[in-house]
């Protein structure tokens, strides 16, 4: 396993812990691992990828107004 540093919530400080790579539900990929001093578990999002799509944008037009004659 590889180590690496990561933030603890519970100890409020980073720790080195060994990670286990997962992939979240949204395709992006993440580690996670122990804290070596509180056993809570510690999680850090490292890679962009997997969910992005490319959107069209719509392009919406006005009408014009009509002008009224006097």
Request: net charge positive.
């Amino acid at each position: 396993m590889v180590s690496e540093t990561m933030y603890c919530v519970k100890c409020r400080k980073k720790v080195k812990s060994e990670v286990k790579p997962v992939t979240m539900k949204n395709k992006r990929k993440a580690v996670t691992g122990k804290c070596p001093s509180c056993g809570t578990k510690v999680f850090k999002m490292v890679g962009g990828g997997g969910a992005k799509k490319k959107v069209k944008k719509k392009v919406v037009r006005k009408k014009a107004k009509k002008k009224k004659k006097r």
